[in-house]
């Protein structure tokens, strides 16, 4: 079974509609599984609660977007996952040590591609060019998420 990985800013736009949503919504149908761990998770709820506040969205979207999210959970649609985090900062260090002074990757940006690689993903669903490269990097298949 192949593993698909989608960072968080690219994994919400199956919540919330915005530039790009087609495509992962794309990338997610074609996915046989799709990771989550409590960093997507949580960047996923800030993300939606976000929209809420800036009034992107209606306090009622916002409901029934993370009402999706948790059907999705509970579906088995999203694979919950429960890494070694401790593993998982340690190869993180390793990445930022190797590539942040050529990329100027974010921790996160690290964190994300670190959790893929734990999770044995195959492919990296990702709207951040920094990650992109950095998978590109370590040898990890990704696609961009078109902006238009």
């Known amino acids: 079974m192949t593993m698909t ?14 530039p790009g949503s087609e495509f992962v919504q794309a990338k997610a149908l074609a996915a046989n599984a799709i990771s989550l761990n409590q960093l997507q998770e949580t960047e996923i709820r800030n993300a939606i609660h976000a929209a809420i506040g800036r009034k992107m969205i209606s306090a009622d979207a916002g409901k029934r977007a993370l009402e999706h999210l948790a059907n999705d959970i509970r ?6 996952e429960s890494p070694d985090w401790s593993s998982i900062w340690s190869r993180a260090a390793h990445l930022a040590r190797l590539h942040t002074q050529k990329l100027l990757c974010r921790t996160l940006d690290i964190l ?3 959790a893929a690689e734990s999770c044995g993903a195959d492919l990296f669903i ?8 950095l998978c590109k990097a370590v040898g990890l298949p990704a696609q961009l998420v078109p902006t238009k």
């Open 126 to 133: 990702t709207g951040d060019v920094c990650q992109f490269k």
């Open 112 to 114: 994300h591609v670190a």
């Open 5 to 18: 990985y989608f960072d968080s800013g690219a994994l919400v736009k199956l919540y919330i509609v915005e």
């Open 75 to 80: 579906a088995g649609v999203l694979v919950l």
